[in-house]
T-cell receptor, first 115, second 109 residues
Framework: GAGVSQSPSNKVTEKGKDVELRCDPISGHTALYWYRQSLGQGLEFLIYFQGNSAPDKSGLPSDRFSAERTGGSVSTLTIQRTQQEDSAVYLC?????????????FGEGSWLTVV | EDQVTQSPEALRLQEGESSSLNCSYTVSGLRGLFWYRQDPGKGPEFLFTLYSAGEEKEKERLKATLTKKESFLHITAPKPEDSATYLCAVDPSGSRLTFGEGTQLTVNP
């Protein structure tokens, strides 16, 4: 696609429920990233996928957070047993080291509200 | 530990009043310094990448410069539509970016 696509754009969930957020990167981009942005804050790195390599999970805040990337393309970020502090914008991004240096392009984000 | 500090946190300008935003960084190795613009409710929009000290890039009213310890985003004769949060980020390892907290710019007509 023309840009990074994320869904849903908005999600309201009850505390304790599981949520799944989806990211479809720019076609041909081998690297995919998840970041989190809390209200009025900077971007917090969560996880990074590059090709077939093992993902860099060092930014995941707890074992309630997990992500997978199927077929080297679409990625799903899963948050289990959501807590109110999980409320934030979850931003997905992708890049292609081969054609564009390491410039990272972001989607519009998935706004998660835990009530 | 890689760190990015942006200043000021917020800046109010009158239309046509030029100014600069600062991004200072401490990294083990720099593989790129990035500037993004973020409008409310939107994802960050890529503006510039700078790779080495002395490099400059321009786009419309914006010019980004880079030294060994900091980067400046110069805004010349800003317009109200330049109002946004400007984010600076560094790539220390060729993989993920480390972001600053951003500068919220408001340009009044």
């Amino acid at each position: 696609g023309a840009g990074v696509s994320q869904s849903p754009s908005n999600k309201v969930t009850e505390k304790g429920k599981d949520v799944e957020l989806r990211c479809d990167p720019i076609s041909g981009h081998t690297a995919l990233y998840w970041y989190r942005q809390s209200l009025g804050q900077g971007l917090e790195f969560l996880i990074y996928f590059q090709g077939n390599s093992a993902p860099d999970k060092s930014g995941l805040p707890s074992d309630r957070f997990s992500a997978e990337r199927t077929g080297g393309s679409v990625s799903t970020l899963t948050i289990q047993r959501t807590q109110q502090e999980d409320s934030a914008v979850y931003l997905c991004a992708s890049s292609s080291h081969r054609t564009d240096g390491n410039t990272i392009y972001f989607g519009e984000g998935s706004w998660l509200t835990v009530v | 530990e890689d760190q990015v500090t942006q200043s000021p946190e917020a800046l109010r300008l009158q239309e046509g009043e030029s100014s600069s935003l600062n991004c200072s960084y401490t990294v083990s190795g720099l593989r790129g310094l990035f500037w993004y613009r973020q409008d409310p409710g939107k994802g960050p929009e890529f503006l510039f990448t700078l790779y080495s000290a002395g490099e400059e890039k321009e786009k419309e009213r914006l010019k980004a410069t880079l030294t060994k310890k900091e980067s400046f985003l110069h805004i010349t004769a800003p317009k109200p539509e330049d109002s946004a949060t400007y984010l600076c980020a560094v790539d220390p390892s060729g993989s993920r970016l480390t972001f600053g907290e951003g500068t919220q710019l408001t340009v009044n007509p």
